[in-house]
């Protein structure tokens, strides 16, 4: 909040904003990179990195980004220059604006404005037009076809994923994130039980699994990795992409992943509370908390990667209009005739 800088330049006010989510995205890359590859190596029973930097090899990530510095940026002879070029930057500009309006603790939310959860999905679908102009601008059919199954999954999944937010508005009544989160502050439910939403109405489990079905669609993670299947399309819409920009597209995949994840400890959790009241609570404990919820929905996201096989496209999409968008509103329907009589 720009305001809360009393005397500070709004210009030099707005650059600090801007700076905070950004630290946190790069840092956050870069361990999870490695964790992912630490984590993979673990359920697949051999070492992961171990060499780069010594222990547990813990610089593969940043010796990888200096080798993507260095690398030729390829553009193919056939490709739409400007559109191939601006793809990348156009899909993290999304992810990246989107924390605007995540109440990262108590004291900071880079944005209070009384329409946070509509700006926030509305900014994010612009990732799904980055996937399309990235697959039609390289002139392949690979990419083409990920560009194409990307759009149909987004599309499809955003029904379920914006249903489900909706449960957590009825609940609340607001779509400002930071009120979201102070209704759920304190221990009142059995007396010691935490207020998190996913703890005051049984339905709202329900739709918080939804919920993670649905982002795991949206950031394109396995098993629901279509648009980028190596084993059918290559690399779907990245297969002409090289060096940094390629970086772009795995670096807004990663924030795109923690978006998501500390949207739903936002919605079910309650976000920068504590889970233990008073204790342990205050603005750098609810940062603390914040990050620590969201990234154990991250380390969910990559388990489950690991674990299970990819899914076709037509049982994809049958999840989707079959299962889960009626189950959705259905659910829907039911937070609310619970929140009429309790």
Not at 14 to 40: N, S
Not at 78 to 91: C, N, Q, T
Not at 110 to 116: A, D, H, K, Q, V
Not at 188 to 213: E, K, M, R, V
Request: net charge neutral; proline share 4%.
């Amino acid at each position: 909040m720009i305001e809360s800088y009393g005397n500070i330049n709004p210009v030099l006010a707005t650059l600090i904003h801007a700076f905070i989510p950004l630290t946190i995205i790069l840092v956050y890359a870069l361990v999870a990179i490695w964790g992912e590859r630490k984590i993979a190596g673990f359920i697949q029973d051999r070492l992961g990195p171990h060499r780069v930097g010594g222990w547990h090899g813990w610089a593969q990530s940043i010796a990888d980004l200096l080798k993507l510095i260095q690398k030729e940026d390829i553009v193919p002879k056939d490709a739409s220059r400007f559109l191939f070029k601006f793809a990348p930057f156009m899909m993290f500009a999304a992810s990246y604006a989107a924390f605007a309006v995540l109440p990262f603790s108590s004291w900071y939310i880079g944005s209070m404005i009384n329409i946070g959860v509509f700006y926030l999905i509305a900014i994010t679908s612009v990732l799904t037009l980055s996937v399309i102009m990235a697959g039609w601008a390289s002139n392949n059919k690979w990419s083409l076809l990920g560009g194409m199954r990307s759009a149909a999954q987004m599309v499809s999944y955003e029904v379920p994923t914006i249903a489900t937010v909706l449960t957590v508005i009825v609940v609340s009544g607001s779509l400002n994130l930071m009120t979201v989160t102070e209704l759920q502050s304190g221990n009142d439910i059995l007396g010691f039980l935490p207020n998190w939403f996913i703890l005051q109405n049984p339905f709202l489990i329900i739709a918080f699994g939804i919920f993670f079905i649905s982002i795991l669609v949206e950031s394109h993670r396995v098993p629901f990795d279509l648009p980028e299947s190596e084993s059918e399309l290559v690399a779907g819409y990245q297969t002409e992409y090289s060096g940094m920009r390629w970086a772009m597209f795995m670096l807004a995949e990663y924030a795109d992943m923690l978006l998501l994840s500390l949207l739903g400890a936002t919605l079910f959790f309650g976000g920068w509370n504590s889970p233990f009241g008073s204790f342990m609570s205050g603005p750098a404990w609810g940062f603390f908390w914040f990050m620590l919820k969201g990234l154990l929905l991250v380390f969910v996201m990559m388990w489950i990667r690991w674990t299970l096989p990819r899914y076709r496209v037509d049982q994809l999409m049958h999840i989707c209009w079959g299962i889960l968008i009626p189950a959705t509103f259905i659910n829907l329907m039911l937070v609310a005739l619970w929140e009429v009589i309790f």
